[in-house]
């Protein structure tokens, strides 16, 4: 497809005289005409392959010609050779194109709303100043279909009680991690997990400017919404008609993520925004005030289907309250004796009978020969009423709690949760609890491992609560940030099926290293409170690298000699940039020898092709990549190939 599609207008309508005024193309004429669908401007555009591939669609074997987008192609100036973009560089709330002074109906909009972000999300990704490609979704269609065809997954193993081990094949009830772009390894999900996912939680980094975040946490207000929007309009297919989303962020994007999320979730489908208390004392290091809370949008895919249970009270405070029996937990609940206007014997005098106390501690409505106490419903000497009738407490005779003083027998009826669960109670939209402490999910790390390897890891009692009221055993949770594995290692310990993608590398150092500690029956987090005993079992795999092996290489160079050494191997066997003028490149290597290092890896990226940065599905059986036949199969396996 032609990089610019005005050019290609320019061309087709070069002999048309009224289309021309000044020698400068009269698009509002066009426009026009195409409202008026003069016939003959029509058939002379969509002769054009370019044009035709882009705005036409086939809808059961008719043409249909998208012709407001093709003019709005025509009517806003600011064109990349990729991208295009209505506002320069306005960001602001608006409606039908006016901002929220001209109008009182809010959604967001922001420059690049209609593209997609290419590249990473790494720290090392600020070697190109985030100067960041965006690919409109219209203009640039070839160039999107390329970045997110599904990718080849490669390096897999299937860790269980024995270790690592090499597989060929995947269950689609395997719990799942990926190393690789989130966003291209969602993409190479979406048809295997469509609607099936119950939870989706996700902590992405929080745009802070701050220099202690592993990801890239610095982006640009706009490229920062951008970002997110790709994922979460790709995590809603993910979605079970039940399923929910959770997205953790604090105050620098919270109101943008939220009308962001509105308009892709809908705003019927909001259910709330939580505060979790993550610093009790406060943060000391922020302005003004001292931050104690971070943010949880929760939103459903469904809001009229969508399933939440209520928290377990164990190991709470409340569970003291809690007695257990043979049936349950239960506390002491009203008295069985009636009260009120209604309650004495002249009023129900069939509720008023002798319950009989014997040696064991067992009650009964029948007389028997041995019988320690006979307990009458008087209270002050006046004869009342008990609650139930004879037949009914014969029913629930184990559903009584007997209570006796010096001079008096009482009893109570047993206050039940529902049969077989733990207490619980409602979660409230302000979570606040010592284990959610943010320096507890640190220390978890540092216990696991001895070190300190991982910061700003979220607690597990966190993600216990967060699960447990969002789902049921066997159901599947999805982490795309997955950071130091949580997540996972939380829904493991709960018979959760999972899966979590990382781009990262500490996914090697510590992501999967914990969740090898998990199945081995590590007893940190909440391992105690749900009695884990290990076991357990989960498939990694890696999206099979193709320039991006190339850009780490060049990251990763320290020197110029060092970097020197990579450019054979990219002119060798990168794909470049179509853009990329091969021959002026080689032909300027003084000048780009005596760029500093920082300058020349950012050259060196450029020349690579960044839609090529993994190898695609559809070229994995290409020799060329010396996949292994475990490999191959293994990728038929799950995209459900030959």
């Not at 269609?141 to 060929?168: M, Q, R, S």
């Not at 689609?172 to 690789?180: A, C, F, P, Q, V």
Request: with cysteine; aromatic share 12%.
């Amino acid at each position: 497809m032609s990089a610019n599609i005005l050019d290609e207008i320019s061309k087709i309508l070069s002999g048309v005289e009224k289309y021309w005024i000044n020698e400068k193309l009269a698009k509002q004429i066009i426009i026009e005409d195409l409202r008026n669908n003069d016939t003959k401007l029509i058939s002379k555009l969509l002769a054009n392959k370019s044009i035709n591939e882009t705005y036409v669609q086939d809808i059961d074997g008719y043409k249909v010609f998208d012709k407001e987008a093709f003019i709005s192609l025509l009517r806003y100036k600011n064109y990349w050779q990729d991208s295009y973009t209505k506002y320069a560089n306005k960001i602001g709330l608006t409606a039908e194109g006016k901002y929220l002074n001209y109008n009182s109906d809010v959604v967001l909009n922001f420059p690049f709303k209609d593209c997609v972000l290419e590249g990473g999300m790494t720290k090392e990704d600020s070697i190109l100043k985030n100067d960041e490609k965006f690919y409109n979704e219209v203009i640039a269609k070839e160039e999107i279909d390329t970045l997110l065809a599904p990718k080849v997954f490669t390096n897999i193993k299937k860790y269980n009680i024995e270790g690592p081990h090499v597989v060929d094949n995947i269950d689609y009830k395997e719990n799942l991690i990926i190393k690789g772009n989130n966003l291209l390894a969602l993409h190479s999900l979406k048809e295997k997990y469509k609607d099936s996912i119950k939870l989706i939680y996700i902590d992405p980094p929080y745009n802070t400017n701050g220099d202690s975040f592993v990801y890239n946490d610095r982006f640009n207000h706009s490229t920062w919404l951008t970002f997110i929007k790709n994922r979460l309009e790709l995590a809603k297919n993910f979605m079970s008609d039940e399923g929910i989303i959770m997205i953790q962020c604090d105050d620098n994007e919270q109101a943008y993520l939220k009308v962001l999320a509105d308009e892709i979730f809908g705003r019927e489908n909001f259910i709330n925004n939580l505060a979790v208390i993550m610093n009790l004392k406060g943060n000391q290091d922020q302005f003004a005030f001292a931050g104690t809370h971070e943010y949880v949008l929760v939103y459903s895919k469904n809001k009229e289907k969508a399933e939440f249970y209520q928290l377990s009270l164990k190991n709470s405070e409340k569970l003291e309250q809690w007695n257990q029996d043979e049936i349950g937990f239960y506390k002491k609940g009203a008295n069985l004796k009636a009260t009120g206007v209604n309650a004495p014997r002249n009023k129900r005098p069939n509720l008023f009978y002798p319950i009989f106390l014997y040696e064991d501690g067992t009650i009964s409505t029948t007389e028997k020969n041995g019988y320690k106490e006979k307990i009458l419903p008087i209270t002050n000497g006046q004869e009342m009423s008990w609650r139930w009738q004879k037949s009914t407490l014969e029913r629930n005779i184990k559903d009584v709690i007997i209570v006796k003083t010096d001079d008096n027998v009482n009893l109570y009826k047993k206050q039940r949760p529902e049969v077989g669960d733990l207490p619980s109670h409602k979660p409230k939209t302000l979570m606040y609890k010592p284990a959610y402490s943010s320096g507890n999910g640190t220390n978890q790390i540092k216990n696991l491992f001895k070190e300190k390897k991982f910061n700003f890891a979220k607690p597990e009692e966190l993600i216990k609560d967060f699960i447990e009221i969002t789902t049921k055993e066997k159901d599947i949770v999805l982490d795309f940030f997955m950071g130091s594995a949580t997540t996972q290692a939380v829904a493991h310990k709960m018979n959760r099926q999972y899966i979590g993608i990382e781009q990262m590398d500490y996914i090697n150092a510590v992501s999967v290293p914990r969740l090898q500690k998990v199945i081995e029956g590590e007893q940190g987090g909440i391992s105690k409170d749900v009695d884990w005993q290990g076991g357990g079992s989960f498939v990694y795999a890696e999206l099979a690298k193709e320039n991006q092996e190339i850009v780490d290489r060049i990251i990763s160079s320290s020197t110029k000699e060092e970097l020197s050494q990579q450019i054979d191997k990219l002119l060798n066997d990168g794909v470049l940039n179509y853009e990329v003028d091969f021959d002026k490149f080689t032909n300027t290597k003084k000048e780009f020898s005596e760029l500093e290092l920082e300058d020349q890896k950012e050259v060196l990226i450029r020349i690579l092709d960044n839609n090529q940065l993994y190898v695609n599905y559809s070229d994995v059986e290409d020799s060329v990549y010396n996949f292994t036949e475990d490999e191959i199969a293994f990728n038929h396996s799950f995209y459900g190939g030959v």
